[in-house]
């Protein structure tokens, strides 16, 4: 006896092929960092901000799927070195040391530090008068390296800038050493216990990092970033976060 297994052909009806996926850029960020990463609300994209704008941008551009994979700003740069992401942008500032071990883009924004304290101190009116304060910094940021340049000042390193700045308002804290950016957007979010003080401390400018060796894609991101300042989609994104 014969057993006949028909598989997959319903009264020779043809299964419609699945439509072709589309390739997945895995993109690693801290995305606790506002205006740039930060948790959507209900009926937006889990994770928006200036930076996912932009990489969904970049992702379409490419005609690659993005996928968000949040994580520790400390945990980024490993992530890209092991391979288990494509990219990352986190509001990640080129610097020489980075730029050892990943690649970056070509500049996409312009951002610099800056030194906040509590509105009511008076005694602290910049990054000069914090020897021997107690200072708040994100761990592996470009705050937390300014902070170590600070005579006797005692560093608390936290996981998020969030937690960093709760220490500040609590009175743990004298002051965060943080993207001014960013500070100004926690001060403006009905933070206002909070000020900022002295001059910014220096330019710095945020890319895309890239792991070394993936130069085909560093190519594709600088490429769509050309593409987007062309067409105007970058600075319609830079409207709809810093535009007031
Ligand atoms: N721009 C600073 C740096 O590169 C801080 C970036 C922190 N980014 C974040 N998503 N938490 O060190």
Known sequence: TFLFVVVGCGGGQTTPAPAPEKQKLTVASDTAYAPFEMQGGP?????????????????????????????????????????????AISAMTITEERAKVVNFSVPYYESGLITAVR???????????????????????????????????KISTFNTIDLAFLELKKGAVDAVINDAPVTLYFIQQ????????????????????????????LNQINDALKTLKENGTFDRIYMDWFGQ
């Open 43 to 87: 009926g937006e994209p889990t994770y928006i901000g200036f930076d996912m704008d932009l990489i969904r941008a970049i992702g379409e551009v490419l005609g690659k799927e993005v996928e968000i994979i949040s994580m520790g700003f400390d945990g980024i740069i490993p992530a890209l070195q092991s391979g288990s992401v494509d990219c």
């Open 119 to 153: 509105a009511d101190n008076n005694d602290i009116k910049g990054f000069e008068d914090l020897a021997g304060k107690k200072i708040a910094v994100q761990i592996g940021t470009t705050g937390a390296l300014k902070a170590q340049e600070v005579p006797d000042a």
């Open 190 to 217: 009905g933070n206002e216990d909070v000020k900022v003080v002295g001059d910014l401390l220096s330019g710095e400018f945020y890319g895309i990092a890239v792991p070394k060796g993936k130069e085909d894609l």
